[in-house]
């Protein structure tokens, strides 16, 4: 089974920066290969927002209310994908949630995985 752990989460001031890293680790057995890879953003009554993605190829699409302050990036000898997140708006607030879509391996290949999310708060 595959674990994606988030980090970097926190509370900020808007126009502060902060980084989120996402580690996807596999218990019995080793990860070769790793395909898109996603942050999504989830606030409460409102569905679950794509933020950015990143393609085992390198070609990054962001949500429109991001682009041009949030950078997304990925260490596949580390098996991480992270958002840069500059500039920080209230309404960036939210859980963020790290999603891969394919994963290769040492046993069958994993698909649709999730993390259990990030909180990140601004504050004006």
């Known amino acids: 089974q595959v674990q994606l752990v988030e980090s970097g989460g926190g509370s900020v001031q808007a126009g502060r920066s902060l980084r989120l890293s996402c580690a996807a680790s596999?218990?019995?057995?080793?990860?070769?290969?790793?395909?898109?890879m996603r942050w999504y953003r989830q606030v409460p009554g409102k569905e679950r927002d794509m933020v950015a993605t990143?393609?085992?190829?390198?070609?990054?699409e962001y949500g429109p209310s991001v682009k041009s302050r949030f950078a997304i990036s990925r260490d596949d000898k580390k098996k991480t994908v992270y958002l840069q997140m500059n500039n920080l708006a209230t309404e960036d607030r939210g859980v963020y949630i790290c999603?891969?879509?394919?994963?290769?391996?040492?046993?069958?290949?994993?698909?649709?995985?999730w993390g259990q999310g990030t909180q990140v708060t601004v504050f004006s």
């Open positions: 596999l218990s019995n057995g080793v990860i070769f290969g790793i395909g898109d």
């Open positions: 999603y891969i879509e394919r994963l290769v391996s040492s046993r069958e290949p994993l698909y649709d995985s």
């Open positions: 990143l393609t085992r190829a390198g070609d990054a």
